[in-house]
T-cell receptor, first 115, second 110 residues
Framework: DGGITQSPKYLFRKEGQNVTLSCEQNLNHDAMYWYRQDPGQGLRLIYY???????QKGDIAEGYSVSREKKESFPLTVTSAQKNPTAFYLC??????????????FGPGTRLTVL | QKEVEQNSGPLSVPEGAIASLNCTYSDRGSQSFFWYRQYSGKSPELIMFIYSNGDKEDGRFTAQLNKASQYVSLLIRDSQPSDSATYLCAVGKSNYQLIWGAGTKLIIKP
C-alpha cells in the first residue's frame, strides 16, 4: 500500500530535550511538508522540501530543523529552542510543489507533549 | 484579516439535510481550492478540490467556487452522522503554498 507513515504516534519530551519525528512516504512524491496544528487553529507550515537535499523555511520554522537526504524521508527535529512545542505534527507530501493544482496527502500525525 | 477564513462553528445539521460550509480567501491570485475532512485526533483527508469557477459534484459532495467574490463552499447532501467532523478549507496561493483555514466543526444530529 502506498502512503505516508509517521512515528511515533505519541511522544513525550522533557523541557530542554531535542526530539526527532519521523516521516516516510512511498508515493514517489517529490515534495514533502511539515505542519503544526494547535487546537482551534489551522495548519501552520514549519518546513517544506521540493526535492532531495533542498528545503525551505515555512511560516514558523524557529526552533525546528529538518533534513532531506532521501526522497522517501523528511524527519523533523524539535529543538529545545522551540518555546511551546506541545502540538499535533503532521507530515504531508505532494507530487510536485510547483504544480499549483497538486493535492497534499497526510500521514497519521505525531502528538508531542512537553512534560 | 486572516488569509483564509472559516466560521468555526459548530454547525449543527439534522441527519438527511444539506450541510453548507463556507470559506473566504484574500489572495486574488489563488488558483486551487481544497476541502479536507478531519476527524477528532486524526489527520486531514482530502475530499474535494476545485480549480474553476462554478460547481463540481462528487457523490454527496458539491464544491462551489466564486473567484470574483473570493469564496469557496462545500455542500454535503443527505448528511449522515459519519459526516460529523471538522472541515478544513485550503487555498493554493500564487507562491504554491497552501494556506489553511481553522476549520468548521460540523455536527450531524440523528
Amino acid at each position: 500500500d502506498g502512503g505516508i507513515t509517521q512515528s511515533p504516534k505519541y511522544l513525550f519530551r522533557k523541557e530542554g530535550q531535542n526530539v526527532t519525528l519521523s516521516c516516510e512516504q512511498n508515493l514517489n512524491h517529490d515534495a514533502m511538508y511539515w505542519y503544526r496544528q494547535d487546537p482551534g487553529q489551522g495548519l501552520r507550515l514549519i518546513y517544506y522540501s521540493q526535492i532531495v537535499n533542498d528545503f525551505q523555511k515555512g511560516d514558523i520554522a524557529e526552533g525546528y530543523s529538518v533534513s532531506r537526504e532521501k526522497k522517501e524521508s523528511f524527519p523533523l527535529t524539535v529543538t529545545s529552542a522551540q518555546k511551546n512545542p506541545t502540538a499535533f505534527y503532521l507530515c504531508a507530501s505532494s507530487i510536485d510543489f510547483r504544480d499549483r493544482y497538486n493535492e497534499q496527502f497526510f500521514g497519521p500525525g505525531t502528538r508531542l507533549t512537553v512534560l | 484579516q486572516k488569509e483564509v477564513e472559516q466560521n468555526s462553528g459548530p454547525l449543527s445539521v439534522p441527519e438527511g439535510a444539506i450541510a453548507s460550509l463556507n470559506c473566504t480567501y484574500s489572495d486574488r491570485g489563488s488558483q486551487s481550492f481544497f476541502w479536507y475532512r478531519q476527524y477528532s485526533g486524526k489527520s486531514p483527508e482530502l475530499i474535494m478540490f476545485i480549480y474553476s469557477n462554478g460547481d463540481k459534484e462528487d457523490g454527496r459532495f458539491t464544491a462551489q467556487l466564486n473567484k470574483a467574490s473570493q469564496y469557496v463552499s462545500l455542500l454535503i447532501r443527505d448528511s449522515q452522522p459519519s459526516d460529523s467532523a471538522t472541515y478544513l478549507c485550503a487555498v493554493g496561493k500564487s507562491n504554491y503554498q497552501l494556506i489553511w483555514g481553522a476549520g468548521t466543526k460540523l455536527i450531524i444530529k440523528p
